[in-house]
């Protein structure tokens, strides 16, 4: 569904240039639930906005289903944004109409995609959980359903991609879970492939595969060891993501691979590090250790 390679952004303002992708490499399979990780300021949110058609890439390569991102008109992007890709962020009500109530909050994107379909914008409510609520006034809901209306306006041009910026940033644990169940159950059932950005390792911990981002570039990936298990399933409450998760290096296409800032400063390696294969094991030392 989605293929990164060598994936670059670059940030001009006045006479400053910020680099906030260096050669990202990421793929992800379609009907994958899966998130990224990474301290503030690693290139999360870019990536994400040029996934969502918000922001274009600099250089590199980044394929979304038949789109190529890095190639696509203006024109077609309007069309990509509108029908392929859904973008669901931490405080939504930017994009909610207060004065209408859930159902057409729902129906408006259908309205101006020519899709309009009441029905459906009924059912994803329902999916939601906000079945007795789609009557209601936006201001009239918590912020925690809010954000369930904004899940399912994110669907109502039926996405084959949803994207999320720390959809559980602004609401409590209960919320939170919540919302990921909703998240899990639209993944199974419509088959909707979803990346999730966040800090919270919790909620990471609820996915098949985390990717976590450092300096602009994948570093590296966490695997569920075993998928049919389910997080939020009996037996696994406040399990971790290293529980759950087996811990993996990146490594791209040229043979590169990250190593942590802390390993490297810890063993005092800067320019260059001394590198040994014994047959079943890569040594990296810092060339002084052989002195
Ligand atoms: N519009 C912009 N203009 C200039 N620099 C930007 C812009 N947007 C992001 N950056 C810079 O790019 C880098 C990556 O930012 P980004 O928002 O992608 O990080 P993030 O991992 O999402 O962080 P956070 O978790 O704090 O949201 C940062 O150094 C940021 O200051």
């Not at 954000?147 to 994207?163: C, F, K, M, W």
């Not at 997080?231 to 990250?258: F, I, W």
Request: aromatic share 4%; with cysteine.
């Amino acid at each position: 569904m989605i293929s990164c390679e060598e994936l670059v952004k670059i940030y001009k303002t006045d006479d400053i240039e910020v680099v906030a992708l260096k050669g990202l490499n990421i793929s992800v399979e379609s009907g994958e639930m899966m998130a990224i990780i990474g301290n503030s300021g690693s290139g999360k949110s870019t990536l994400l906005n040029i996934l969502g058609g918000l922001d274009r890439p600099s250089a590199g390569q980044v394929q979304v289903g038949e789109w190529n991102l890095l190639k696509i008109t203006d024109e077609e992007l309007v069309k990509y944004k509108r029908n392929t890709v859904g973008f669901i962020w931490q405080n939504n009500a930017r994009n909610l109409v207060p004065y209408l109530t859930a159902v057409e909050n729902v129906e408006m994107p259908m309205m101006l995609s020519g899709q309009y379909d009441r029905a459906y914008a009924k059912q994803l409510l329902e999916w939601v959980g906000l079945k007795e609520r789609m009557g209601n006034k936006l201001q009239q809901l918590s912020g925690g359903e809010q954000q369930r209306v904004a899940i399912a306006i994110s669907l109502a041009n039926r996405p084959s991609l949803l994207l999320a910026d720390e959809p559980t940033g602004s609401v409590d644990t209960k919320t939170s879970d919540m919302i990921m169940d909703i998240f899990r159950r639209l993944n199974r059932e419509l088959g909707v492939t979803i990346v999730i950005v966040t800090h919270d390792m919790t909620l990471a911990s609820k996915v098949d595969r985390v990717v976590a981002i450092r300096d602009g570039m994948t570093s590296t990936e966490f695997i569920k060891r075993n998928p049919n298990l389910d997080e939020t399933g009996p037996g696994m409450a406040g399990s971790t993501m290293h529980d759950a998760h087996e811990e993996y290096v990146v490594l791209d296409r040229a043979g590169r691979l990250q190593i942590p800032k802390a390993y490297l400063q810890a063993l005092k390696i800067d320019s260059k590090a001394s590198m040994e294969f014994d047959g079943e094991k890569i040594i990296i030392r810092s060339p002084k250790s052989l002195a």
